[in-house]
């Protein structure tokens, strides 16, 4: 089954930075564009940051952009987001998945448990 195992969340202040790490199995890695969503407690689950499978196009939502980026380790079947100049509205729980080639969500199998992002003074 495919599992996805999401990590380096913390507490962090306003203008600091995060670097979140996402595991993948049972998954071929390498053919598939992933992504990093976030989801807040009463809101919907957001797309924020997108890759193509080979690691050479990437999107982001506008609200991240320029500040946030997104990377990948197929070797190793990982996913990586450097966050910076994080803003109390970037507190969320952070999930990675799967995406479509169109750079819609589209997951593969069951959400993992994600990560928390605390940005607070």
């Known amino acids: 089954q495919v599992l996805f195992v999401e990590s380096g969340g913390g507490l962090v202040q306003p203008g600091g930075s995060l670097r979140l790490s996402c595991a993948a199995s049972?998954?071929?890695?390498?053919?598939?564009?992933m992504a990093w969503y976030r989801q807040v407690p009463g809101k919907q689950r957001e797309l924020v940051a997108g890759?193509?499978?080979?690691?050479?196009?990437?999107n982001y939502a506008d609200s991240v952009k320029g500040r946030f980026t997104i990377s990948r380790d197929n070797p190793k079947m990982r996913l990586y987001l450097q966050m910076n100049s994080l803003k109390p509205e970037d507190t969320a729980v952070y999930y990675c998945?799967?995406?479509?080639?169109?750079?819609?969500?589209?997951?593969?199998?069951?959400w993992g448990q994600g990560t928390q992002v605390i940005v607070s003074s």
């Open positions: 890759i193509t499978s080979g690691g050479g196009r990437t």
């Open positions: 998945n799967t995406m479509s080639t169109t750079g819609t969500m589209s997951p593969v199998g069951s």
């Open positions: 049972g998954i071929a890695f390498s053919i598939y564009a």
